[in-house]
């Protein structure tokens, strides 16, 4: 998705750029990612990163030799796995779609892997396993019913 000068690009825009950076780049510091998104275009205010930070449960985690480096934070608890996958569903998914037991989730490039990783984190009876390329990914349920089940609830996640 281009950034068009022209209009303010979306909070949700921001955060997956965020997302994106602290996945591939080392940054340390609030100001780091701000000079990250300025260099694309994106003026934010501090507490505007502040908030995205908090929103995208960004942590802090020592990388060596005294440094710091923001990263996801990692799952832990059930209702925690839930609130991730419903985020990553509204700031990456793109289109979910089903044939018999199979359901098909379209991210934007390079987010496939670790949405179904959220996915399998679920750890959920109908859902037999999932695969990963680097925009889609293929749930495996282990019937129709619980495919037709599952993708309602899915995209349910995308409202």
């Known amino acids: 998705m281009p950034y068009d000068e022209r209009h303010m690009p979306s909070k949700e825009y ?16 609030q100001a780091e990612i701000a000079e990250h998104l300025a260099r694309r275009g994106i003026k934010v205010t ?4 502040s908030r ?5 449960r960004l942590v802090r985690l020592p990388a060596g030799n005294g440094q710091h480096r923001y990263r996801s934070t990692p799952l832990a608890a059930q209702e925690d796995v839930l609130g991730e ?3 990553r569903f509204k700031l990456f998914v793109r289109h979910l779609d089903r044939g018999d037991n199979l359901l098909v989730v379209e991210t934007d490039e390079g987010h496939a892997s670790g ?11 109908e859902i037999v396993g999932t695969l990963a390329g680097q925009n889609t990914i293929l749930v495996v349920c282990r019937g129709i019913p619980e495919a037709e089940s599952l993708l309602a609830e899915f995209e349910s996640l995308l409202d």
Do not use: C, G, M, W
């Not at 921001?14 to 510091?29: K, N, P």
């Not at 995205?52 to 995208?56: C, G, H, I, P, S």
């Open 115 to 125: 949405i179904a990783y959220v996915i399998d984190k679920l750890d959920r009876e």
């Open 46 to 49: 501090q507490a505007t990163i």
């Open 85 to 87: 996958l419903a985020q």
């Open 52 to 56: 995205d930070v908090n929103e995208l």
């Open 14 to 29: 921001r955060q997956r750029l965020i997302e994106e950076l602290v996945e591939h780049e080392f940054v340390s510091t």
